[in-house]
């Protein structure tokens, strides 16, 4: 019998046999990675039991041309109520309004933590030398910094007014007809992501966090980030975890949490990834990052992603990759970033038994050459598939 996803009072997701999903198809090529994620997803969890009742709910481009609205209040309300969901794409309304569906789902439901696991499926296509060596966690901040969206366009009465108070306050002189930006670091909302990096990492018995930063300059905010995280594991973990700085370096059997400048990361992430596994970071950074990263390892169109608040437990898992209209309903793209943002979901549900199997059965595919048209282009040897028959073959691999 389908039921809610409830939150314990200790803070832990209560998970029946048959959870209420809400779900989002997603515009442009939702229509072919939707059937096919849910085809496989299905299937895993039947093999162990369980059963996903899953509940349509509107946003994007259907959601408009059905209710006027890209974002109805029922669906975020939904979203709400039943605690967990995952979405395909969405379109971003042009004109005025709404400025990003995925943003503002994210700020409505407070969801703090964009998850960004990132690791390599042995077979996929790859620009660098040893992508298995890059399999790093990104936790991304995701509420503020500059996609709080606080910014007035060059040449308005707007633009005019801040500037001018922000000479006659603090003696700033902005070049003229320039937009201006603000870019909200607290204290809180870092230490609700630092914390909750950190506490991933023990649970996942992952060696150390990195807080990614350009404190080095952005004293105010990004400097005190890293500063705010430090704060953290000291005063929250300090029996299980320790900074660099305490440790010279040698953590014996605690987390090491460490810092480093955002430029001087993407240089090491190329050249040294083995020393990196959770990451931390800001906003702006995590998104650069996250999708740098993905490139890595076969590119976005298999990275998946969640946004979670630990707290309320609300999570929306999603497709990292936009709508691509122009191959809407040719049953031709890759779905791995749908399927494996399922996955994700499926690991934070505590259904570890059939996210293993998807991902096994994902890789088994791959490693055949059974691959959609993006892998198909770029490997000697493959078997180009359509995105309903890769969905196919998945299945056919479960163990």
């Not at 039943?82 to 969405?90: A, H, N, V």
């Not at 790093?136 to 633009?159: H, K, Q, S």
């Not at 990263?293 to 898992?317: C, D, E, K, S």
């Amino acid at each position: 019998m389908p039921e809610k996803i409830t939150m314990s009072a200790d803070g832990t997701l209560q998970v029946p046999d048959e959870p209420i999903i809400p779900f989002i198809e997603g515009d442009g090529i939702g229509v072919d990675i939707w059937p096919a994620a849910k085809l496989v997803l299905d299937a895993a969890a039947e093999k162990h039991g369980k059963h996903v009742a899953w509940k349509e709910v509107l946003a994007g481009e259907k959601a408009f041309a059905e209710t006027g609205s890209w974002l109805p209040d029922d669906t975020i309300d939904a979203f709400r109520e039943y605690l967990i969901g995952i979405k395909g794409p969405l379109t971003t309304p042009v004109g005025g309004g709404i400025r990003s569906l995925n943003v503002a789902i994210r700020q409505i439901l407070d969801l703090y933590v964009c998850l960004r696991p990132v690791r390599w499926f042995t077979g996929v296509p790859s620009p660098v030398k040893h992508p298995e060596k890059v399999d790093m966690v990104i936790f991304r901040e995701n509420t503020e910094d500059v996609y709080a969206g606080l910014e007035v366009e060059a040449g308005t009465p707007e633009a005019v007014r801040l500037s001018s108070f922000l000479h006659d306050a603090f003696g700033w002189d902005i070049h003229e007809n320039s937009g201006i930006g603000i870019k909200p670091i607290s204290e809180d909302g870092s230490k609700r992501l630092i914390r909750a990096a950190i506490a991933y990492a023990l649970r996942h018995g992952r060696r150390s966090v990195t807080m990614m930063h350009k404190g080095n300059i952005q004293k105010f905010t990004e400097g005190a980030f890293r500063a705010w995280g430090y704060e953290v594991v000291r005063d929250e973990f300090a029996s299980q975890a320790v900074s660099w700085d305490d440790c010279a370096g040698k953590p014996g059997d605690k987390l090491l949490v460490k810092d480093a400048i955002a430029d001087i990361t993407f240089q090491q992430v190329l050249t040294r990834p083995e020393e990196f596994d959770v990451v931390a970071a800001t906003n702006l950074n995590g998104d650069y990052l996250s999708d740098a990263l993905a490139a890595q390892v076969g590119g976005i169109g298999i990275a998946p992603g969640g946004n979670i608040n630990y707290v309320t437990g609300h999570g929306v898992f999603e497709a990292t990759h936009g709508t691509a209209p122009k191959y809407a309903g040719q049953d031709k793209v890759n779905p791995g970033s749908l399927l494996l943002s399922g996955v994700l979901m499926f690991e934070h549900l505590g259904w570890a038994q059939p996210a293993a199997d998807v991902i096994a059965a994902m890789e088994s595919t791959i490693a055949d050459k059974v691959v959609t048209y993006d892998f198909a282009r770029l490997m000697d040897g493959a078997k180009e598939v359509r995105c309903s028959e890769f969905a196919e073959q998945i299945v056919a691999r479960l163990p």
